[in-house]
């Protein structure tokens, strides 16, 4: 496959690249935790301090070479620091008075395991030849922050001061998103396949529907789209990762990544042989791409050899990826 011309920014990547996907998970390292609560929180219907849009807008600026070097959280920071910083709620000043105070202190530097430099979530579906100069350093196991990780300690702390956050909102959004996962999604499908009237309900109206089971979209609008013989649905977000992450929790990092965002419109029968499944030349394959107000979640199609299964039991056959739809649930 042959790269089109470059689009007008680096994140509308839509069929622009080939490349293989690159499927190692980790887990999220405490700091893009934090970045990802700070965000979500600046956010939110309490302070409203800027919207989705206006976040992407920022990211959307740099130029594709530093896009793509940086890693996914550091643009989640760039974003709502600078935004912060532009619409006068931490003077510019302030925040680099920080910035200067912490390094004076030492506590630009991170000791043992927090460094990690394996949760750096970086797109590495491209050729560079830069360096990366703030990795950990592992002989010495210690890292140097970034300018951008410094940058949201000193956003942090500065945010606690003026009593914008406080710490223990940091820590339940956290703990909140820690909660939300796969099990959730699982509930879901388990009941629209265990019960056909939640399942209408749930295509008519899937936020209502997930209400029934307590669960909140959280002002997301979530659409279900159901998997049958005749049609696969399979799930993506070309311009950023927007994920029903009120109900699943954070985005797997091959859902991010450049050559997943890219390839799944152009060659998404492709993609999902990367992922084992291969669909009958018969069956259709939609894609569906998520936006900031508008997230999709796939119903499986639901596995033979499971009638009078209950519901805890059909569960378990229900995975994350088979949600986005680059896999079928599991056999029984």
């Known amino acids: 496959m042959t790269d089109l011309p470059p689009p007008p920014h ?7 690249f080939a490349a293989p996907i690159a499927h190692e998970e980790h887990d999220a390292a405490h700091w893009e935790k934090e970045a990802d609560a700070i965000r979500m929180l600046l956010a939110d219907g309490k302070r409203r301090l800027f919207s989705t849009d206006e976040s992407r807008f920022v990211q959307e600026q740099l130029d594709a070479d530093t896009y793509w070097a940086m890693p996914y959280y550091e643009r989640w920071v760039l974003a709502f620091s600078t935004l912060l910083m532009r619409k006068g709620t931490l003077p510019e000043a302030e925040v680099l ?3 200067a105070r912490l390094r004076a ?25 830069h360096d990366h100069p703030y990795q950990e350093d592992h002989d010495a196991a210690v ?4 300018p951008l990780r410094l940058r949201a300690v000193a956003v942090r702390n500065l945010l606690l001061a003026k009593g914008i956050l406080t710490a223990a909102e940091i820590r ?9 996962g796969t099990h959730n999604g699982a509930r879901i499908v388990a009941r629209a396949w265990a019960d056909p009237g939640f399942a209408s309900r749930l295509e008519a109206d899937a936020v ?19 998997n049958t013989d005749a049609e696969h649905n399979l799930v993506v977000c070309t311009l950023c990762s927007c994920y029903p992450r009120s109900i699943l929790g954070r985005p ?20 999902l042989a990367e992922f084992g499944t291969t669909l009958p030349d018969a069956t259709a394959l939609r894609v569906w791409d998520s936006n900031a107000e508008l997230r999709y979640l796939v119903v499986p199609a639901r596995p033979e050899g499971t009638e009078g299964w209950d519901e805890d039991r059909l569960a378990g056959l229900v995975t994350r990826d088979s949600m986005i739809g680059v896999t079928p649930a599991r056999q029984p």
């Open 10 to 16: 680096p994140h509308d990547v839509g069929g622009r």
């Open 97 to 99: 008075a920080e910035e």
């Open 105 to 129: 202190a030492g506590e630009d530097r991170v000791e043992g395991e927090a460094a990690g430099h394996h949760h750096h979530d970086h797109d590495h579906d491209h050729d560079h030849d």
């Open 143 to 146: 890292t140097v922050l970034s």
């Open 172 to 180: 339940a959004e956290i703990e909140r998103m820690d909660a939300r």
């Open 208 to 226: 209502a529907a997930v209400r029934e089971l307590g669960l909140d979209a959280a002002g997301t609008h979530l659409r279900a789209v159901f």
């Open 252 to 271: 797997p990092a091959w859902y991010k990544s450049r050559a997943y965002r890219a390839r799944a419109v152009r060659d998404p029968r492709g993609v």
